[in-house]
């Protein structure tokens, strides 16, 4: 078995930072894909950013580039997510996700808030 463990959410102003940290563990003797998602009330939990481990690739959704950036430590088997310019529509429960392979089932971590209020 697989297990994420988050940490880093919080309540942060418009315009502030946060740094999401994900470590994995357990059964893992490779990563195809390493990445973040986000869920706000009433909506439909959506991809924020991925790195894959193949060639070191990041993609983001369109909402959060320039402003997010997803980085890995390999030797750790951790994800991090450094969010800047913090906006209230960044708002919701942050998941990190994981797949061994390519046709890996999706492993996810127990989620962390991350609220953007003044």
């Known amino acids: 078995q697989v297990q994420l463990v988050e940490s880093g959410g919080g309540l942060v102003q418009p315009g502030g930072s946060l740094r999401l940290s994900c470590a994995a563990s357990?059964?893992?003797?490779?990563?195809?894909?390493m990445g973040w998602y986000r869920q706000a009330p009433g909506k439909e939990r959506e991809l924020v950013a991925r790195?894959?481990?193949?060639?070191?690739?990041?993609s983001y959704a369109d909402s959060v580039k320039g402003r997010f950036t997803i980085s890995r430590d390999n030797g750790k088997n951790t994800v991090y997510l450094q969010m800047d310019s913090l906006k209230p529509e960044d708002t919701a429960v942050y998941y990190c996700?994981?797949?061994?392979?390519?046709?890996?089932?999706?492993?996810w971590g127990q989620g962390t808030q991350v609220t953007v209020s003044s």
């Open positions: 790195i894959f481990a193949s060639d070191g690739s990041r």
């Open positions: 996700n994981m797949k061994r392979t390519l046709f890996d089932t999706n492993y």
């Open positions: 357990g059964s893992i003797s490779s990563i195809y894909a």
